[in-house]
């Protein structure tokens, strides 16, 4: 940005030049998402969740208070009641009239836009809810919320106006005026007390009520934006003449990309003044300093709190914040930056005044620029801030500046903590160690360590060497480097297998050769001569596969890094060979954890509920002929399930042993979610049968990738027979027609936005990668073909008669429910059991099951209930202990 005329350049062959841009400020978003108008609405709903959940379970409570409320009202003098009701009637409409007009005069009318835009969703709301309360709602919530009246008719239970009002006041911003804010509540509070005292109302309506304006009014601010206050270059000329400078030009500096790291470090300028060195000024805002706010808050939810900071503070804070870490960091005796200046820039930005320093940060040197002198001077920068228990919380190679001198300064201190703690000071030293190690390596990052900091410090943060404990920047880094080490890994072993192949058919072609030289006549008829040659190939193809896996394993070895962080402990254990390596224990819950107890809480919340209505007497009178027929197809489903796998595997693996596997994999989907525990037992048993492990994997994803296609064929095939049961002519039913509809503009949807595009791509991609050779060798051999398709085919007609007899055993007869119906209702739950989060499945796939049958089949609850149960007690349940057996009897022959 470039205020006034540039009168000096900036320097040529810096990575940090200032990007000029002419005119007063680059094009700013119009409107911005506040993540704090986000929260605001999520917490308004969770709040109306509360009030409906009181009223619709504390009943006694309710009454209690409306009956306090009219005991205490009933010594009100009516004129006054009155009085108060048609001055709060007219103040109502008034004062927002008012704030209007002022808004109008002061050309604020994009703030007036929004606050009608949320007082008409308010007023659809309230209608809404109105409605519902009088047709749907429980009677105890109705009871709660109205109050009949002498007339005959119950009151509104939202106040269709009030809730507009409310909605309209919170939109336009009056709670940041306070003489406004003031005026409102009077408002509001006398208008609420004539309507209790009147009997024209309840409190839990007035709350709700409230409640109903306040969160339309901030989901309105979330969806359509706010508008962007962010201070313009004016502004911040202007601020920085308040402070005694006297600027011409200010540049903006455009340093690290926005990330959760970054984004809340401000918007760095470089000013030049008409008598003096240049500035470095940062300017922070509300809309920079909420940036990456979700990711923070994540991290403070998921790590331990001695390792997180505040997800956000004021903007008062984080001034106060970086001014004291840059006074603290130079008293300290570390190279810092030094703060000559600070001041606010309206109500939501403030700005920070800093010396200019010249040079380039680490990131952008030359990897044999940062020499082990520079290095060491790093690490006396960090021994410095934690002489005085100074944390920096950043170390990463953005925040580390090399002067035109060659000196070390430290930047981005407004994150770093004050009489830190042991365990965040040792996170400080990790960070760096990482950070260097990217750039040069890890001896000689250890070494310049060690030689500052003494070998102590160094190996008391080993526990800490983790990826959960260093910046998400760094972690991204780190996780490039493992892809690509990968990557070299897989190459390495595919040129080792072509080259074992090439040196076997060599040898093969060198013993044909000298056996036609060597034998003249042919002999014929020898049975045990026969017999001998079936032996011996038998064991050269033996042998052969043994000699091809130890070169595999060879080639493996040879091309196996190690990553960063292991070279970085076995640096620092060559120096402190007993420093303690146990990683501490850092996270509270993982996402997954989260997802799997929310996803297994709500789904047993369903689950138990359909269990409690299930009478006793329907168990007890199943049809036990119709369970050992479900017995036994449960049993065949895992010969079909070997069938389907081995189909799409060109390489002898034994049946049997196949089989066994997936008996084992019953007990590894009850640990693990449906659609990930089967792949991976599936792929480490075929490496340990001899398959080279991309192959291994090619073959598991060619399985899955065929299976998926399968699954959507029969689900439509099956659809379009069920929507024709009914009907004379070949039609398919609507549903049927309403769901590839659906899954057309889906698909439409993802291939016409770039983002979802690329996305979809990209997973596709990493899953299926090396799928289309594998099906390539597959088509080769029709007898392999056929065997995973009749496997496939066969799997889910096991599955669907095992739910079928599960049905009849409960007493249900053939022509209720036709095989295509409880062939439908199983897909759609297998589906959703392999989207759902939870091992197995569990709770999704019940519940999808039970709502079909009754949906679909027209089953009564009594019978679908039991008959799902029992169909997941035999498929997932009582296989547990049996998989359990063959997991440990495959894992004692090293074929898992």
Known sequence: MVMGQDTQPPEEGRADVPERVSGDEPLLAARVHRPSDLMRLLGGLLAIGLVLAVAAFAHATTSGLEKDINESAGGASDVFVRIAGLVSSIAVLLVPVAFAIERLIKRDGLRIADGVLAAVLAHGVTLATDLWVAEAAPGTIRDALTQPQSGGGLTDPVHNYLAPVIAYMTAVGMARRPRWRVSLWVVLLLDAFTMLVAGYTTALSIALTVLIGWTVAYGTLYAVGSPNVRPTGQTLLAGLRRVGFRPVTALRAEGVPDSADSGDRGRRYIVTLEDGPPLDVTVVDREQQAHGFFYRAWRRISLRTITTRRSIVSLRQALEQEALLAYAAIAAGAN??????TSELGPDAVMLVYEHIGGRSLDALDDDEI???????????????????????????DAILVDRSGRVVLTDLRGGEIAAGDLVLRMDVAQLLTTLGLRIGARRTVAAAVEVLGPDTVADCLPLLQPIALSRSTRATLRKLARERSAREREAVLAASEEAKRERELAKTEAA????????????????????DTKAEKAEKKADKKAEKRALDTALDEAREEDLLAQIRQQVLLIRPQAPVEPVRLERIKPRTLVSLIAGAVAAYFLLSQIASTPLSTISQADWR???????FSALSYVAAA?????????????????VAQVAGSFVKIVAPAAVGGVALNTRFLQRAGVRPGLAVASVGA??????????????????LTGTEESQSFTPSRTVIAGLLTVAVLVLVMTAIPFLRKFVSTRLRSLFAGVVPRMLDVLQRPVKLV???SGMLLLTGMFVLCLDASIRAFGHDNQSISYASVAVVFLAGNALGSAAPTPGGIGAVESALIGGLVAVGHLPIEVATPAVLLYRLLTLWLPVLPGWLCFNWLTKREAL
Do not use: C, N
């Open 371 to 397: 020499t082990d002198d520079l290095v060491r001077s790093a690490w006396r920068q960090v021994k410095a801030l934690q002489s005085r228990r100074i944390a920096h919380r950043r170390l990463t190679g």
């Open 703 to 720: 399985s899955q990738l065929f299976g998926l296609g399968a699954h959507i064929l029969l689900l439509l095939a099956f659809g379009y």
């Open 787 to 789: 065997t995973g398709i």
């Open 336 to 341: 810092a930056p030094k703060l000559i200046a």
């Open 643 to 659: 069938m389907s796998l081995l189909g799409f595997v060109p390489e002898r693996v034994g049946f049997r042993r196949t089989v």
């Open 513 to 532: 050769d000298a056996t036609a030289t060597g034998h003249t006549a042919v002999r014929i008829g020898s049975k045990t001569g026969t017999k001998a």
């Open 626 to 632: 119709w369970v050992a027929a479900a017995v036994l």
